[in-house]
């Protein structure tokens, strides 16, 4: 902490910066690409998906749509030494799928080289790409379980997913599937790349509201003492006792009480808060904005209730609904089960996948008066 002279006040303004699309860009000591500016742009979506309450709501709501029921016929059919499903590896890839627009996977096949025996879901966020080859083509991919401290853990290399090299040491790969994006050649971006500021938002806007009601971050009232100017340390006593009289959600409403004489009464001056609407319409504007990237059209979807002119809530979940399971759930899947099916022929599954979409059951209570 700086020490400044007692009786001058010390004002310092924040710097925050929006967060700018990633750089994928190749380090020359570095056998990987970086994923982001630090390389943690993985990590940067995940805590966005811990801290705004509305898009965690819609990334799960986008998840469980896209697993629905789960595979039918084969969905419980163990693919590892571990024990898991192939329900419980597509679940984890509709996540993966839904949070950055691609999933990871590490098969590894069979002494021969004809099959593969296991398959693993890897975390996307611990998956680096290699560099491109004379071809234009992607050899290597690497894996740590934490890129914030590699001198720790190390990135291990792994080869690129080919069903022709496939053996000896090459028989554990990575397949790694995302969407195409112009311009990117090694990563992918999120669906809702473009609402990011807006999410980052959701959280601060939470945090202040907290802050603001645990901590007085915002001055609510002027307290000045007509009495003479005690000595600091008497300062800080008077200011400490403050706050923990009346400082805090557990401190509201206490009564304040002085005692004084004749013109050394304690002032206490009110600081309206000037902020308030503005407050809401941020709110508003960023509800809408998280709404719009995930294509959710009806906030009703993620238990928020509007003034849509429907008849009843239930009419308008159900329309809702049908029009996010084909224009959002339906695509999404549809590109999971293309990739995911690849892989499960060279493992032996050569069927069909399908989905048993989710069931939407709403039923309405009407309170007689």
Known sequence: MRNIPEGLYSISAGNFEAIHTPVMKEVKSKEYVYYGELNLYPQLLIELYDTSAMHHTAVQAIKDGIFGEGIETIGNEYMNGTGET?????????????????????????KEGNRIAEIYHLPMANVRSGKMNEEDTIDTYHYSSDWKNTRKYKPVEYKAFDITDNKGDNASQIFYFYNYTPGNDYYPLPAYVGAVNDIDLDARVSRFHNANI???????????????????????????????????????????????????????????????????????????????????????????????????????????????EGTVIEPKRKKILTSLGYILKLYGLNVSLEVQPSVIEITETKIEE
């Open 86 to 110: 192939l329900d419980d590896i597509f679940e984890k890839i509709a996540l993966d799928y839904t949070l950055f627009q691609g999933y990871a996977l590490n098969v590894i096949w069979n």
């Open 214 to 324: 645990s901590n007085g971050l915002a001055p609510s009232m002027f307290v000045q003492f007509r009495n003479g100017i005690p000595t600091p340390d008497e300062r800080r006593t008077i200011y400490d006792e403050i706050q923990n009289t009346f400082a805090g959600e557990d401190n509201a409403g206490r009564a304040f009480i002085s005692f004084s004489e004749p013109g050394k009464e304690l002032q206490v001056t009110p600081i309206e808060n000037a902020n308030t609407d503005l407050y809401g319409t941020i709110e508003e504007r960023i509800a809408s904005r998280i709404l719009t990237a995930h294509r959710i059209t009806s906030p009703s979807l993620l238990g928020i209730s509007n003034g849509s002119g429907f008849s009843s809530v239930a009419d308008e979940i159900k329309v809702a609904y049908a029009h996010f």
